[in-house]
């Protein structure tokens, strides 16, 4: 059985972001958005929300390049003083592991940002973390008991297997890739372990920023059984941030998939049902 939930990331981080996610969800096969609650755009994103009831609306947990929730006074040790976090993984993932005093102010900011979720009063579908950063041990372990207390039963695990990119395209698997599918064991235990649940599969990784109609219609035909999470970038069109943060990406196209007739046929030729997180969790 084959069941898939489409999601775009990055919800409140421009207009142009809001309106493509409103626009696939109206008129394509969009169903879900992940909510960045400190986006430049992200009254503009609430005020969408709470408009489409039938989008379905989680947290984007950001602890990488992008901005924080609470005054970065309060996390100096987790941001720049313009409220900033960097952009260096590595030298994150060193610090949220081993530093006793950024975790604590870790667990502040990922608390803030499910708080300032809870206060706009939308239901919390599900949770992911910007960059996947989610996978590092000490962030899961902090998102998903933050989550718990404010109602969390979904968490997206980024496990994108190599087969259907490949029957789909032209894809060569590295060890990378191999490496990250299986350290992604570790944060599906975590969330299962308090009660979530969790996609099987998800895509949109390899080829992030890049899921074109072609692309996504010949995916489409290769699901595997279970549950897919395929998520997109979209955007009515590349603003000067997006361009700053992203300039590969191919913002417009990534509309275009959601809304193609390519891609709601080939789902419908390989019989796979169009679900919400909420389907996972009664």
């Not at 902090?142 to 297997?161: D, N, Q, T, W, Y």
Request: with cysteine; aromatic share 6%.
């Amino acid at each position: 059985m084959r069941r898939a939930i489409i999601s775009s990331d990055d919800f409140g981080l421009s207009v142009e972001v809001n309106e493509a996610i409103e626009i696939a969800h109206r008129d394509g096969v969009l169903s879900t958005a992940s909510l960045m609650m400190a986006g430049p755009a992200v009254e503009d994103a609430i005020e969408r929300a709470r408009r489409i009831p039938t989008l379905h609306v989680g947290l984007h947990l950001v602890v990488i390049e992008g901005p924080c929730v609470l005054p970065p006074s309060e996390i100096p040790l987790l941001v720049s003083p313009d409220g900033q976090f960097p952009s260096d993984q590595l030298k994150l993932g060193i610090n949220y592991f081993f530093r006793p005093a950024v975790r604590k102010q870790l667990a502040a900011e990922i608390e803030a940002q499910f708080a300032a979720f809870a206060r706009t009063g939308l239901t919390l579908d599900h949770a992911n973390a910007h960059k996947h950063m989610h996978l590092h041990p000490t962030v899961g372990k902090l998102m998903i008991e933050s989550g718990k207390r404010h109602g969390l039963r979904a968490v997206r695990v980024p496990l994108e297997p190599p087969e259907p990119l490949m029957a789909a395209g032209t894809y060569v698997d590295s060890f990378g890739a191999a490496a990250l599918r299986h350290w992604t064991k570790l944060l599906r235990w975590q969330a299962r372990s308090a009660g979530m649940v969790t996609n099987d599969w998800c895509f949109g990784i390899e080829w992030s920023g890049h899921m074109t109609p072609d692309r996504v219609a010949a995916l489409a035909a290769h699901l595997p059984d279970g549950v897919s999470e395929i998520y997109f970038h979209p955007a009515t069109h590349k603003n000067a941030l997006l361009q700053k943060l992203m300039p590969t990406y191919e913002h417009e196209a990534e509309l275009a998939a959601l809304c193609s007739p390519g891609f709601r046929a080939g789902l419908a030729d390989s019989h796979t049902d169009l679900i919400g997180w909420s389907d996972l969790s009664r």
